[in-house]
């Protein structure tokens, strides 16, 4: 059971999301943070209807969450994938036969990498609703490659929306049946919706030029939808972060999350402070990474980030079109539940007996001029280099075989450490990854 956050930081919280609603002139805002699955910290200040200003707003009001849809097309996707039902690697034809820009691929379609145009051919924006499925194929012939796939990073709603038919195709059903079915009603998610239910905030536009606040059109994005259409609450987000912190089976292995989080694409190649992984936003943030989405639609914008080792989320959720920033303010909200009320670190307990074969192996190792430790931590094998800093992580085999192991993390992840026996059994030297490991320090050669 996770625990509260302490009064102070709570405070510190309070205070931030107040002065974001007004350094924004945001309707309203509303924002939460969940620990370990579970709701730590809630905060709101504004308003969810201009014509009631005492309405503020709660963890069950739903806001319009714009692009972080995509994070939830994106699981889809691959739950398709990992059912074997198409290949990341799939060109878009394989799936849409006979459309223009077939030769992307999943992948790329993924990471925003494919370089096909932004938005559906048209002027989207500017009409009451979002175009139909006729409509957004049939666009394709005229819609543009700005760029070579794979050649730089480009943000297109285009794509998400191709993938959401690609879904549907797979899975004989609508996208947002897809989704209720395969994702929202297994997390418990039942207030996320395509189209809003109340309770609901009204979207805004402020008047920069004056303190007025301009409603906004619903516009409902149709054939669009996989790519923004989705209206939530800080509850059910909440919940959503805590997937992505800790991921259910049910809906996703934590194989597969992982590797939605491992960086594709960098966005920013000066400060390499945002990249893109497979439906996530990788945000870098010193030495640490959040992932999560930001979102926006007309009236709204929103955002959530996690910080997946402390298994700590946050959700923030605004009723206003521009000038302001729900995605920063996520990361520093996990950021200060991370650093203001830090896990209490794991007590230490002695762990299993370690078998013959590899007590044998503990101890120092060299290989590449490099010494090495090798020990036994929680049933495995680790490896870790001499001087290392000890919070630098460890490599992590695991057995497979007699005298056979694979990496699973770290260094040479995927990679086989091999032991080479003399003839009366002892061990003479190990090869990892091809390279020999010895106990004293070796040139290369035999």
């Known amino acids: 059971m996770s625990r509260a956050l302490p009064q102070a930081t709570a405070a510190l919280l309070d205070r931030l999301v107040a002065g974001k609603q007004s350094e924004w002139r945001s309707a309203g805002l509303a924002a939460g943070i969940v620990r370990h699955g579970e709701h730590v910290w809630h905060g709101f200040a504004g308003t969810t209807d201009a014509e009631d200003l005492d309405a503020l707003p709660t963890a069950d009001a739903q806001f319009r969450i714009g692009s972080v849809t995509k994070t939830f097309t ?41 370089g096909l145009q932004r938005e559906p051919v048209g002027e989207v924006w500017e009409q009451p609703e979002g175009p139909h ?16 796939p794979a050649r730089r990073w480009h943000y297109s709603n285009l794509a998400y929306a191709l993938l959401g038919e690609v879904v549907a ?3 004989s059903q609508p996208w947002d049946e897809a989704l209720l079915k395969r994702v ?20 805004y536009f402020t008047d920069p030029y004056a303190d007025r606040l301009l409603e906004e059109p619903e516009f409902p994005g149709n054939a669009f939808a996989p790519a923004a259409e989705l209206w ?20 996703l292995s934590a194989d597969t999350v992982e590797e939605m989080c491992h960086p594709q694409v960098m966005y920013d190649l000066d400060g390499w402070t945002l990249g893109w992984g497979l439906g996530f936003m990788l945000h870098r943030r010193g030495d640490r990474v959040l992932v999560g989405h930001d979102g926006a639609m007309p009236g709204f914008l929103a955002g959530f980030a996690v910080r997946r080792p402390e298994q700590t989320g946050a959700v923030v959720l605004a009723n206003t079109s521009a000038d302001a920033d729900p995605g920063g303010l996520a990361v520093d909200l996990v950021l200060h539940a991370v650093d203001d009320d830090p896990d209490p670190a794991p007590a230490w307990r002695p762990g299993p007996p370690v078998p013959p074969h590899i007590e044998e192996l503990l101890g120092q190792w060299w290989s590449e001029g490099t010494a090495y430790t090798f020990s036994a931590r929680d049933g495995h094998l680790e490896i870790k280099a001499v001087g290392a800093a000890r919070t630098a992580k460890p490599s992590v085999l695991a057995e497979e075989g007699v005298d056979r192991f694979r990496g699973v993390s770290g260094r040479s992840q995927g990679e086989i450490l091999r032991v080479v026996r003399r003839e009366d059994g002892t061990v003479e030297r190990l090869y990892w990854a091809t390279y020999p490991v010895t106990r004293d320090p070796r040139p290369f050669g035999a």
Do not use: N
Request: charge should be neutral; charged fraction near 25%.
């Open 74 to 114: 994106a699981v889809l996707v691959l739950q398709c994938r990992d059912e074997g039902l198409l290949d990341l690697d799939d060109r878009l034809d394989v799936h849409l036969p006979g459309t223009r820009h077939g030769g992307v691929t999943i992948r790329r379609m993924l990471a925003h990498l494919s």
């Open 133 to 148: 499925r006729d409509e957004l194929l049939a666009g394709l012939d005229e819609a543009e490659a700005v760029a070579a």
């Open 169 to 171: 195709r797979l899975r």
């Open 184 to 203: 929202l009603t297994p997390l418990g998610m039942s207030r996320t919706t395509p189209r809003r239910q109340p309770p609901y905030a009204k979207g």
């Open 232 to 251: 939530s609450t800080v509850g059910d987000l909440g919940r959503w972060a805590s997937f992505v912190a800790a991921p259910d089976p049910a809906v």
